[in-house]
């Protein structure tokens, strides 16, 4: 039977697209593989690591400060160093490290607005 396999890619627009990129380039360090459709692979997942598709009710609070209608959520492999160095450029948390079973966890925005979650799985 033909089935999903997993998620293939996160979609968005952007007004800003090539300063968005540099972004996300300087900050995250990602590495898009081209300017015209933005793309990067991940080399490997952690132990434990999973592809979520996660389904919110629509009066969720769980994306703000952002108003949009999504979330990325990208997986780190320290996450108090990643943070660390985002503030020390200038990006600050929208909300303290939180410590799950399942990992760590902590939020930013980027410049358009989009909030991003940040994880780092348990080994």
């Known amino acids: 039977m033909a089935k999903v396999l997993g998620i293939g890619g996160v979609f968005y627009k952007s007004n800003n697209k090539s300063d968005l990129l540099a972004w996300y380039k300087k ?5 898009f593989e081209d300017e015209n459709v933005p793309a990067f692979t991940l080399e490997k997942y952690p132990n434990g690591s999973v592809v979520v598709l996660g389904l919110f009710e629509k009066s969720t609070k769980y994306f703000e400060p952002s108003t949009k209608e999504f979330m990325i959520n990208f997986v780190v492999d320290d996450l108090v160093q ?3 160095k985002l503030k020390s450029e200038g990006i600050e948390p929208t909300a303290p490290m939180l410590e799950e079973p399942y990992g760590k966890f902590c939020w930013i925005m980027d410049p358009d607005g ?9 080994p």
């Open 27 to 31: 900050h995250l360090g990602i590495a």
């Open 82 to 84: 990643l943070m660390e």
């Open 114 to 122: 989009n909030k991003i979650e940040l994880w780092e799985p348990i």
